[in-house]
Nanobody
Framework: QVQLAESGGGLVQAGGSLRLSCAAS????????MGWYRQAPGKQREYVAF???????GYGDAVKGRFTITGDNAKNTVYLQMNNLKAEDTAVYYC???????????WGRGTQVTVSS
């Protein structure tokens, strides 16, 4: 089992920045990739970004060019730098782990990001 702990959410004005962190613990040897999803009220959960243990990254179309995902394998931690935030970025952001099946095997509890316009 892998446990995930997110931090860094909060309230920010449009155009501002936030940095989310997600630290993994437990059976971290299982981890092949870590990433972020988000869910806004009344909407489905949406893919945001991922990074593999080899450093390959991917982004959802809504955040390309504004968000950057990085990872520290030694700390089993990933970071999501969010710049030029928009009101539509408001959501609960969930950390996620892929343990090798190219789907999410573990979820964090989520951290709220609110962008005021």
């Amino acid at each position: 089992q892998v446990q995930l702990a997110e931090s860094g959410g909060g309230l920010v004005q449009a155009g501002g920045s936030l940095r989310l962190s997600c630290a993994a613990s437990g059976d971290t040897f299982e981890i092949k990739a870590m990433g972020w999803y988000r869910q806004a009220p009344g909407k489905q959960r949406e893919y945001v970004a991922f990074i593999t243990t080899y450093g390959r990254t991917g982004y959802g179309d809504a955040v390309k060019g504004r968000f950057t995902i990085t990872g520290d394998n030694a700390k089993n931690t990933v970071y999501l730098q969010m710049n030029n935030l928009k009101a539509e970025d408001t959501a609960v952001y969930y950390c996620a782990v892929d343990a090798g099946g190219e789907h999410v095997d573990y979820w964090g509890r989520g951290t709220q990001v609110t962008v005021s316009s």
